[in-house]
């Protein structure tokens, strides 16, 4: 007999949906080589971003039919892999360059908040939800990613080394990509390092949780995650642990996640953005926040690709 | 308990020794697991007599476990499997006696952290189902020897006893080849510090086993001329000091198998038959065996009573 | 009535369950339950504490690209994802279940992988699937490269054993050996409940269930009603090899050895259909006639106690020789 507790924390588990623009769009990624260029490095990045935003913004009136889409935008600041300078400091200095561009940053994000966010660690999460899209022969035998730490578009390159003295080697045979047409562009990612006793995802991962989220597909026990707080009264405090994940900026009612999103990035970014499709070709994302984007999309008459990873596009520009 | 056989050198009868441990456990009621370890020549199926069973394992033997090629290496049950006319006849009271041999073709490999992995989880499963897991390692300083010190170093198989028998025939260079392979640079000692393994505890967990060692009381020796019989003692005594010296006096010394053609030439399990009907081996050695099996588990032999 | 075949509905569903003893020297408590089996961090593990200590897991997904076992030789390449979930009875039993169901048909050719990424637990046939071929060979087991839920089931046990919270407390109070049980459900003729077509001891350590139900029964509540036989199965196979040979004569310290963790760990566990799911429950009745689980179960739990009594009663008595030195005298004396 089936115990009534045992149903009531089972046999319906509740994925509360999220409010969901049409577009996320992103302004930028600013690291610490950016900050230490100066200013004149953030007023170029946003002079050169402007067109393309213009453009992005074409597209998704004429995918909306003609009417005035719900664009949110959002900026990235690295506070993960190097700490610099402090929101106090930055922040100010990030909008005025935005604004003389003409631009309105919406939403402002952490990098460290895809590690973990308000105690919720959403790249473990993310990293428990990765299934390796099998090569051909695959029986269950793979060591899992969960114990290597790299993701693969594909089948590697078999160790080079004779696994046995008796036996001879094959010589060197190629990796193989596993939806290649013909021929393989293959990628190996490298999700994380442990060094003693500690992980630190890389920068592509955190950049898929960072898509990922961007595509409303993150819960933690079925609730949202990585969700806006208002902006404070006063200055922009002194350390970064101090601002809030996902700071609302403006008083926009666009919501921060989206149906779909789009980059304007430096074309440095091109091999991590890669990397990025790699991971969310492979994420098995909650299957009840994938069924409530695909129903209201599909509402709105814009429905979202099945694919997770087609739902993310960019523009790369290059830097003179 | 883990058991693990070493040797610094072929031919000290450590495969046929450590079989024949592994038989009379069985003997004594214990559930025994006897894996062959012994990657450069696999020889357990001749030991335990099992030809048949193995003729159909060509692939999923230990290495095609440890590389990763199956998931689960294949057991052989001995007393049902077996083709010796006596061990066919399982004793009342005897527990299982399981063998996981190595595959036909298979060699010496590399570890990698994957083997260490699964060799890991090897060991746990079979400590957990067996009271004994009697592993048989290569000759020398061996990727086996390297990996089964790495993997007893893990924090999950920390609360597993594991103990180590090292072979040796009773000579000078035997002697010293196994004192070497504890005590040297790069020997088990250092080896197994170096992987995280406490020295001293270490040390606490190895006894020595001199194999092949002419008993001069036994019958064998009585016709010797009275000159040869001092020289033989002498020698012994000398062996005595060496061993001694290189750190595997008798304090460390967990049995002595006599000299006995039948380990020597037939490498198979002694049995009682072979003892008291077809008289093909010494009483001396079985009673050798039996007092072997009885002291890998006699705490005080092992410094913890 | 007369609605088109749907050739993407599932017409075999298969499933290997590995029943083990936790390695762990006390039982986890409820907290630590629900630790080890956090598969996925932002999946909850379901605890539940009535009428006994379960936790399971979230499932776990494992793509594969292979060919399934079939009887007759056919070959059926498959690709998809197989779930795996794992379960902790009273912090001392862990199972791992890895199953899959697949349909008659699927696409020519392989799909993007985010077409199978959508169908957790659902392998698709390259072409064809014949269900009873690949029933039969599921349940006989598969040559080499041919699908093997068993390795995937053992995969998420080597992965539970690898956490923190078993480390250096991994003495276990007893020997025991792991099972396997396999089964396979095929849809029954509509309009008919659940049925066991076939329940078999294989080997030693492997035992095979086929059954057949309704045609929307989700595979995962088969998965529990095969974990429950499996769980009992385990603790009749583990209880007899415990007592083998232990129960005469009288042998004092070595047979009190023997028994004691019988109650200790044991006993208490049987307690069969505790969270099988309603419409299948039955089989557990059928099982019952055909088998007897819970006659035999009864009948050594009895043989225990009143051995354990009459130890108790002798108690007082000088300690006899231990049972192992005395085999081995007594067969040297035979022998001569």
Not at chain 3, 20 to 39: G, H, I, V
Not at chain 3, 243 to 258: C, M, T
Request: hydrophobic share 40%; net charge negative.
């Amino acid at each position: 007999m089936t115990g009534a507790v045992f149903r009531e924390t089972t046999a319906e588990p509740r994925t509360e949906s999220v409010g969901l623009a049409h577009l996320s769009l992103e302004l930028g990624h600013l690291y610490m080589e950016d900050f230490e260029g100066g200013p004149d490095r953030l007023r170029d990045h946003f002079r050169r971003v402007r067109p393309w935003v213009d453009a992005v913004r074409a597209d998704a009136t004429a995918l909306a039919g003609g009417k005035r889409p719900r664009i949110s935008t959002c900026f990235l600041i690295d506070d993960y892999f190097t700490r610099f300078s402090s929101p106090a400091e930055l922040v100010p200095l990030l909008l005025d360059e935005a604004d003389r561009a003409g631009l309105v940053i919406d939403y402002l994000a952490r990098e460290s908040a895809c590690a973990v966010a308000d105690g919720v660690p959403l790249a473990e999460s993310v990293a428990g939800r990765l299934v390796e899209s099998p090569p051909p022969g695959s029986h269950g035998l793979r060591p899992p990613v969960g114990r290597t730490g790299w993701l693969a578009n594909g089948e590697r390159t078999p160790a080079q080394r004779a696994r046995e003295a008796m036996k001879s080697t094959a010589g060197w045979q190629p990796p193989r990509e596993t939806a290649a047409r013909r021929h393989s562009v293959f990628m190996d990612v490298e999700l994380w390092d442990d060094k003693e006793g500690r992980r630190t995802w890389s920068c592509p991962f955190l950049a898929a949780v960072w898509q990922l989220a961007r595509l409303g597909l993150l819960r933690h026990h079925g609730e949202p995650v990585l969700t806006a707080s208002p902006r404070a009264q006063g200055d922009f405090p002194r350390d970064w642990d101090d601002l809030p994940p996902l700071l609302r900026l403006g008083d926009s009612a666009v919501p921060f996640s989206a149906y779909r999103t789009c980059s304007v990035l430096p074309s440095r970014f091109l091999p991590v953005e890669h990397a990025v499709r790699i991971v969310l070709d492979q994420v098995d994302v909650d299957s009840r926040a994938l069924e409530q984007a695909a129903r209201r999309s599909a509402q709105e008459g814009m429905p979202v690709p099945g694919s997770v990873a087609d739902r993310v596009s960019y523009v790369f520009y290059t830097v003179p | 308990m883990l058991v693990f056989a070493a040797s610094d050198k072929g031919g000290t009868g450590r495969s046929v020794t450590s079989a024949n441990l592994a038989y009379q456990r069985a003997l004594l009621g214990d559930d025994v697991a006897y894996v062959d370890f012994d990657f450069g020549s696999p020889t357990a199926a001749a030991v335990f007599d099992v030809p048949g069973a193995l003729r159909g394992i060509k692939e999923n033997g230990l290495h095609s476990y440890l590389v990763g090629e199956v998931g689960e290496p294949v057991r052989v049950d001995i007393w049902s499997r077996t083709e010796h006319p006596v061990l066919r006849d399982r004793p009342g009271g005897s527990g299982r006696l399981v063998l996981l041999p190595g595959d036909v073709s298979g060699g010496e490999f590399a570890t990698d952290q994957e083997t260490l992995r699964r060799c890991v989880d090897l060991m746990l499963d079979l400590t957990s189902e067996f009271d004994v897991v009697i592993v048989d390692l290569s000759a020398g300083r061996s990727y086996a020897m390297d990996m089964v010190l790495e993997a007893t170093a893990r924090p999950e198989l920390s609360g597993v006893e594991a103990r180590w028998l090292v072979f040796h025939r009773w000579t000078r260079q035997h002697v010293i080849a196994a004192s070497g392979l504890v005590f040297k640079e790069h020997g088990i000692l250092d080896g197994g510090a170096a992987r995280g393994h406490d020295k001293e505890a270490l040390r606490g967990a190895i006894r020595f086993v001199r194999a092949a060692v002419p008993d001069l009381d036994s019958p064998l020796w009585s016709q010797v001329s009275p000159a040869q019989s001092v020289w033989m003692e002498r020698c012994d005594e000398y062996l005595r000091q060496l061993a001694s010296d290189r750190g595997i006096g008798d304090s460390v010394v967990l049995g002595t198998v006599p000299l006995e053609p039948i380990l020597q030439w037939r490498e198979q399990l002694i049995t009682e038959v072979d003892v008291l009907s077809t008289q093909i081996a010494g009483k001396e050695t079985l009673e050798a065996l039996e007092e072997l099996a009885r002291r890998l588990f006699d705490d005080a032999r092992w410094g913890r009573s | 009535m007369d609605a088109p075949v749907d050739t993407t509905r599932p017409v075999i569903a298969c499933g290997e369950v590995r029943t083990w003893l936790l390695p762990s020297f006390r039982p986890l408590a409820a907290q630590e339950a629900a630790r080890l089996l956090l598969l996925r961090a932002d999946e909850r593990v379901l605890v539940s504490e009535r009428p006994n200590l379960y936790a399971l897991s979230p499932d776990t997904l494992t793509g594969v690209d292979c060919r399934l076992p079939t009887s007759n030789g056919a070959r059926v390449r498959v690709v998809g994802t197989v779930a795996a979930r794992a379960s902790l009875t009273e912090g001392r039993v862990v199972q791992a279940t890895a199953y899959f169901r697949a349909p008659a048909t699927g696409p020519a050719a392989r799909q993007p992988w985010g077409h199978y990424l959508v169908r957790p637990g659902v392998l698709e046939p390259l072409g064809k699937l014949p269900e009873q071929a690949v029933a039969q060979g599921v349940l006989a087991g598969g040559r080499p490269g041919e699908l093997d839920l068993g390795l995937i089931a053992d995969g998420l046990l080597t992965r539970l054993r690898q956490h923190p919270l078993l480390h250096k407390n991994t003495r276990v109070p007893f020997k025991s050996r792991r099972t396997s049980l396999r089964w396979v459900a095929l849809p029954a003729p509509d309009g008919q409940g659940p049925s066991i077509e076939r329940f078999t001891l294989a080997e030693d350590d492997l035992r095979t269930v086929r059954l057949r139900v309704p045609r929307d029964t989700e595979p995962s509540a088969v998965a529990g009603l095969c974990e429950d036989f499996a769980l009992h199965d385990w603790l009749l196979t583990t209880v007899v090899r415990m007592i083998d040979g232990k129960l005469v004569p009288v042998e004092g310290q070595a047979a009190l050895k023997a028994l004691r963790p019988a109650v200790e760990h044991l006993l208490h566990l049987w307690m069969p259909r505790a969270r099988v799911d309603r419409t299948l429950a039955p089989l557990w009745d059928v099982l019952e006639q055909e088998s007897g689980f819970t006659r035999q179960w009864r009948t050594l739990s009895q043989r225990i106690r009143d051995q354990l009594a009459l130890l108790q009663t002798i108690g007082s008595l000088p300690e006899a020789p231990l049972h192992r030195d005395g085999a081995a005298e007594s067969r040297l004396g035979t022998a001569s």
